[in-house]
């Protein structure tokens, strides 16, 4: 699979969220119409506290928390899901993002030795759509479901190496 090289790649690294670094990923925040878009950081931070199986990652661009990333075995799927993917409004439209996703997807095939990596994208959300599929995801199927008292419209999405 042919991800984009780019200086951006090389000054990129993935962390744990541990004790040392939660409250910068808490601290991250994002333009107020993408809020919808993403589940908060905390909220994020505490299912990964509750559900073993949820890895939480700090994205470092020169060595400064500037993302967040959230994957997970999904045992629905019975495959590997990314859950979380956000890039601090201050690091946005920088190319960042791109090279964090892409330096992501490297590393989680190298790693993990699986095939296939899914996401969702809520439906209105193009600009995400579009950038998943830059980099290879396709679209699949459109799913509805509530939470709370929110309705959400999602795509799933897979990225077959």
């Not at 744990?16 to 993403?38: A, F, H, M, W």
């Not at 400064?64 to 075995?73: E, H, P, R, S």
């Not at 799913?143 to 990225?159: N, T």
């Amino acid at each position: 699979m042919d991800f984009i090289k780019s200086n951006w790649c090389e000054l990129i690294e993935f962390r744990p969220i541990d004790r040392l670094n939660y409250l910068e990923c808490i601290d991250l925040t994002l333009e107020e119409s993408q809020k919808g878009y993403v589940a908060p950081n905390v909220f994020s931070l505490a299912q990964a506290a509750y559900e073993s199986n949820m890895i939480p990652l700090g994205i470092y661009y020169n060595s400064k928390m500037v993302g967040f990333i959230l994957y997970d075995f999904d045992t629905e799927l019975k495959a590997w899901s990314m859950s979380r993917f956000m890039v601090d409004k201050a690091h946005q439209g920088k190319g960042i993002g791109k090279a964090a996703l892409a330096k992501f997807l490297s590393v989680f095939f190298e790693e993990h030795k699986v095939d296939e990596l899914y996401t969702s994208v809520e439906e209105s959300n193009s600009a995400a759509m579009h950038l998943y599929e830059t980099l290879g995801f396709r679209r699949l199927e459109l799913f509805e479901y509530d939470a709370g008292e929110k309705h959400f419209r999602e795509m799933q999405m897979v990225l077959k190496k």
